[in-house]
């Protein structure tokens, strides 16, 4: 009887010492990190303070959309990629949505009013791909979201056109029609709108 006690105290100790011990662990983790943020905005050359999407690529470099033009920031600076209608390499479209990279490092963007842009991190040049009309629809050339799946497949979606499935050898668009898909769903997709595009894990 004695033994028997004696060996749950023990257990009971030795329960409460490996608590104690977690706790200690995890409160010292606790105070060792220090979470800072850095606000950055316009006065820090930040292209505009509305921001839709941020990329860090395979650089280093942090690239923004905003609601004026493409920037990006190496850590200290920020760099502005703005429209020029004097320059034809320049970026087209004047309201950055999104952005992917790229196996080979360079970027595509989705722009209001320029379509699809490639970015070419060796010459800093871009050039515009424009998405085809659909039925009646004017040709904004608004495209609102990206996705470069894990086939390197570049889906892009639209604020007037629906889906597309770019190929990038060819550099031509094909539009996905989503007719029997969103049949039940009409009244949700009357402006024919995609705003954003996910691939699962299970794909």
């Known amino acids: 009887m004695l033994n028997e006690r004696r060996l749950k105290t023990t257990t009971i100790y030795h329960y409460f010492l490996i608590i104690g011990l977690l706790l200690s662990v ?8 220090d979470y800072r943020f850095t606000l950055l905005t316009k006065e ?4 505009d303070n509305w921001v839709h999407n941020a990329l860090m690529d395979s650089r280093g470099f942090m690239w923004f959309a905003t609601n004026d033009a493409l920037s990006r920031f190496d850590g200290q600076t920020f760099k502005t990629f703005r429209n020029d209608p004097q320059d034809s ?3 087209i479209g004047y309201n950055i949505m999104d952005l992917a990279e790229a196996q080979d490092g360079s970027l595509w963007i989705a722009t209001i009013g320029g379509g699809l842009n490639h970015f070419d991190p060796q010459t800093e040049s871009f050039q515009s791909y424009r998405y085809p009309i659909v039925n009646n629809f004017i040709e904004r ?4 979201c990206l996705l470069l799946d894990r086939d ?5 979606g639209t604020y007037d056109s629906g889906l ?8 031509t668009f094909e539009r996905i029609d989503l007719t029997d898909q969103i049949r039940d769903h009409a009244e949700a997709f009357r402006k024919n709108s995609i705003h954003k595009i996910i691939q699962d894990i299970c794909t």
Do not use: E
């Open 26 to 33: 995890l409160n010292t983790a606790a105070q060792q990190t």
């Open 44 to 47: 820090d050359g930040l292209a």
């Open 89 to 91: 390499t320049s970026i």
């Open 141 to 144: 050339n608004s495209a609102v």
């Open 152 to 156: 390197s497949i570049l889906w892009l």
């Open 164 to 171: 597309h499935r770019f190929d990038q050898r060819n550099k």
